[in-house]
T-cell receptor, first 113, second 114 residues
Framework: DVKVTQSSRYLVKRTGEKVFLECVQDMDHENMFWYRQDPGLGLRLIYFSYDVKMKEKGDIPEGYSVSREKKERFSLILESASTNQTSMYLC????????????FGPGTRLTVL | AQSVTQLGSHVSVSEGALVLLRCNYSSSVPPYLFWYVQYPNQGLQLLLKYTSAATLVKGINGFEAEFKKSETTFHLTKPSAHMSDAAEYFCAVSQGSGYSTLTFGKGTMLLVSP
């Protein structure tokens, strides 16, 4: 089975802190994604990556950056956390093949105080 | 460009009743369509997907969906709801290439009463 793991299930940070969210997949997938999920808004794409050291902005990249130094790992960085970044963050991966679904991690619920 | 509209943020059914969750999509190219389910405090799990083969797609847990190109719909159904079906359901569309992204609807919360 494909496994996507996220470093924390719950995280509490203070405004202005630098926050790292880590995602690891074990199926050698080329593509990886970061979403945030908020009630009534569904999932919104923050950043995605097609390959190591490659990144593309999604729909809401402001206030975030990403890093992909190894194929299996995709990190989301909040340079200076703000209260409006309190949300559920979901990581996903998929192979670079037509029609194949994305596989999701369990999510990290981040609270910024 | 692509988009998804899920009609109804909440749907309530009784146990044993028909489940119908509605999804309308728009896509400039032939779409690939997905339904995901999310149980509380968990990630998303694939229920089923349409990838240009049969228009009636069967998924896990007794769910199925029908792709209707002329109506641009991909509604999710289950003949008889179970208490364990209570969850949030997301419809998503992609253009299907190896580089494509998913566009999600806002989700529909399914409530099942005894």
């Amino acid at each position: 089975d494909v496994k996507v793991t996220q470093s924390s299930r719950y995280l509490v940070k203070r405004t202005g802190e630098k926050v790292f969210l880590e995602c690891v997949q074990d199926m050698d997938h080329e593509n990886m994604f970061w979403y945030r999920q908020d009630p009534g808004l569904g999932l919104r794409l923050i950043y995605f990556s097609y390959d190591v050291k490659m990144k593309e902005k999604g729909d809401i990249p402001e206030g975030y950056s990403v890093s992909r130094e190894k194929k299996e790992r995709f990190s989301l960085i909040l340079e200076s956390a703000s209260t409006n970044q309190t949300s559920m963050y979901l990581c996903a991966s998929r192979p670079r093949l037509a029609g194949v679904e994305q596989f999701f991690g369990p999510g990290t619920r981040l609270t910024v105080l | 460009a692509q988009s998804v509209t899920q009609l109804g943020s909440h749907v309530s059914v009784s146990e044993g009743a028909l489940v119908l969750l509605r999804c309308n999509y728009s896509s400039s190219v032939p779409p690939y369509l997905f339904w995901y389910v999310q149980y509380p405090n968990q990630g998303l799990q694939l229920l089923l997907k349409y990838t240009s083969a049969a228009t009636l797609v069967k998924g896990i847990n007794g769910f199925e969906a029908e792709f209707k190109k002329s109506e641009t719909t991909f509604h999710l159904t289950k003949p008889s709801a179970h208490m364990s079906d209570a969850a949030e359901y997301f419809c998503a569309v992609s253009q299907g290439s190896g580089y494509s992204t998913l566009t999600f609807g806002k989700g529909t919360m399914l409530l099942v009463s005894p």
